[in-house]
T-cell receptor, first 109, second 113 residues
């Protein structure tokens, strides 16, 4: 069974601070997605990383896939209240996608 | 917008009643997934279709749950004899293309009284 653990589970920070969310597994994934979900809505795809060591940037968000394709991180620079939400990583194995446990982020104005 | 749509968005029912949810995927996607999500947790996989074939079912999917995708387009998820423990958000996603990225619908929030 593939498991994806995210840390931290909860994060409450002030506007303007930086943060990093981690997604770790003992399994290798062919690709990994990051999603953001707001209350009462479905997850929205932010990015897909495919290659080991790959780094992708989306405005103030930086995503990295580990060299061995077992882990990933999401770094947010100068967080804003609009970044508040549940962040989910999802690893794609053979015909199966495993979701992480989620990181709930609150950015206080 | 031709994203994934789900209907209804909210459903309140009494214990023991049957409920049915519908999902319309992105039109060119051949894969469709159902998930269940409880508050603050990640989605839990329920079942998966490729075209009209149901290829995988989770052990979470008890005999009271059934899903169909009769023409390989929209899908329905039915829960019979609902229980309070069925209260959750039910999410549908579809995927296609080389990366098979999953795109989610807005979900159906089920409350069983």
């Amino acid at each position: 069974t593939q498991l994806l653990e995210q840390s931290p589970q909860f994060l409450s920070i002030q506007e303007g601070e930086n943060l990093t969310v981690y997604c770790n597994s003992s399994s290798v994934f062919s690709s990994l997605q990051w999603y953001r979900q707001e209350p009462g809505e479905g997850p929205v795809l932010l990015v897909t990383v495919v290659t080991g060591g790959e780094v992708k940037k989306l405005k103030r968000l930086t995503f990295q896939f580990g060299d061995a394709r077992k882990d990933s991180s999401l770094h947010i620079t100068a967080a804003q209240p609009g970044d508040t939400g549940l962040y989910l990583c999802a690893g794609r194995g053979y015909q199966k996608v495993t979701f992480g446990t989620g990181t709930k982020l609150q950015v206080i104005p | 917008d031709t994203g994934v749509s789900q209907d209804p968005r909210h459903k309140i029912t009494k214990r023991g009643q049957n409920v049915t949810f519908r999902c319309d995927p992105i039109s060119e996607h051949n894969r469709l997934y159902w998930y269940r999500q409880t508050l603050g947790q990640g989605p839990e996989f329920l079942t998966y279709f490729q075209n009209e074939a149901q290829l995988e079912k989770s052990r979470l999917l008890s005999d009271r749950f059934s899903a169909e995708r009769p023409k390989g387009s929209f899908s329905t998820l039915e829960i019979q004899r609902t229980e309070q423990g069925d209260s959750a958000m039910y999410l549908c996603a579809s995927s296609g293309g080389f990366l098979n990225e999953q795109f989610f619908g807005p979900g159906t929030r089920l409350t069983v009284l």
